[in-house]
């Protein structure tokens, strides 16, 4: 293990943001360092779970306006919140200073960069966002989740570590993937996350409507719904016979995915990373209006390495959607083998290999000789 060292995590409060640095401060305090956090004031609910020493604020703005008075306003927060951000670093004196995206990164990122630290971001997708594409040519290192290897601007400085997993996904992966035989139940999985689901309240009981009786008849379903769309969902899914669970959040959403023959969902980052880490066939289907269409670029790395279908939502009519879940149903073969390729792709040590790119920054070492002693 390396010295001792002090980190400060910098992130926007999300919990996409949030959840990776979290848990590689996790990882980090148990290697014996110390972890201070830099965020905006949305972080606030996360208190008490982040294992920093200490949780700052420091101002910034989101640069998204055309108005030329609007972006004089945000330039203006982002100078003041580098100005405070530097204050922070000659206080605290950190050892390297890493970012995991959103706009409240970008103030702590360029105070270190300007104080000749080491830095480093990690991107989730597999497009990067805007704060870390202004950061990315001012950092010692790229920690990828989805990037692609070997490609674009900064390729010598990027490092595909993936992205972190909850503890309930590593469980969740230890469960072998079982495939259902003709006539034996079949378990389908849909989730959409809080700006898909409402696609999938109306396409999936279509979907089923239109399955052969036999095909049917197997289907023992779980599906997240809006709470405004549950009880229709419910409804529809009774009509047709189907043995369904349909709520708007499931607590054991990880067990369910590692006890599915078939996922079907949306592709932000962190879901096909647990897709990939658990092992299970899915559908995709990217959410159309994501920024910068991140969530299309990480289903098609999954589906690159034979891990899952993808489709675009425009193109998944009722019937469409149908026939994809009945040729994976008579199938099962097929379904293993995608289930053995997206775990495969998978990064169950994620956060592992994070923590060991952080301590190699801080102590002078770059991405490509950490790749050369890692390989």
Do not use: C
């Amino acid at each position: 293990m390396s010295a001792r060292k002090l980190f400060l995590l910098s992130a926007g409060g999300t919990g996409g943001h949030l959840f990776p640095a979290q848990a590689l401060a996790h990882e980090l305090v148990a290697r014996g360092h110390k972890v201070h956090l830099v965020t905006d004031s949305r972080a606030e609910r996360f208190a008490g779970t982040f294992p920093a020493l200490e949780t700052h604020v420091v101002r910034s703005a989101t640069i998204g306006s055309k108005n030329p008075i609007k972006i004089a306003r945000a330039l203006w927060a982002l100078f003041k919140g580098v100005r405070e951000a530097g204050a922070l670093i000659r206080k605290i004196r950190p050892d390297a200073v890493i970012g995991f995206g959103g706009y409240p990164t970008i103030p702590p990122l360029l105070a270190a960069t300007n104080a000749g630290l080491p830095t480093m971001i990690h991107e989730q997708n597999a497009v990067m966002g805007r704060a870390n594409k202004a950061l990315a040519s001012r950092v010692k290192a790229i920690a990828g989740g989805f990037l692609p290897e070997g490609k674009g601007a900064h390729a010598h400085k990027t490092v595909i570590t993936g992205n972190p997993v909850r503890p309930e996904v590593l469980a969740a992966a230890a469960i072998p993937y079982t495939p259902s035989m003709e006539g034996e139940p079949f378990r389908l999985v849909v989730f959409g996350g809080s700006q898909g689901a409402q696609f999938f309240s109306d396409a999936i009981p279509s979907a089923i409507a239109l399955l052969p009786d036999p095909l049917r008849t197997r289907l023992e379903l779980t599906q997240q719904a809006r709470t405004e769309d549950e009880e229709h969902v419910r409804a529809r899914l009774e009509e047709l016979g189907i043995k369904a669970e349909v709520s708007p959040f499931f607590t054991d959403m990880a067990e369910r995915i590692g006890a599915a023959h078939l996922v079907i969902s949306r592709s932000g980052a962190s879901t096909v990373s647990e897709i990939a880490v658990i092992g299970r066939s899915a559908i995709l289907v990217p959410y159309p209006h994501a920024l910068d269409h991140d969530q299309a670029a990480n289903a098609a790395a999954l589906m690159a390495k034979g891990g899952a279908s993808v489709i675009k939502q425009s193109e998944l009519s009722a019937q469409v959607l149908s026939d994809m879940i009945a040729d994976r149903m008579n199938d099962p073969a097929g379904l293993s083998a995608t289930a053995a390729a997206a775990q495969a792709t998978g990064k169950p040590d994620a956060a592992r290999l994070l923590a060991n790119l952080a301590e190699a920054i801080s102590e002078g070492i770059g991405p490509e000789q950490f790749r050369s002693t890692s390989a």
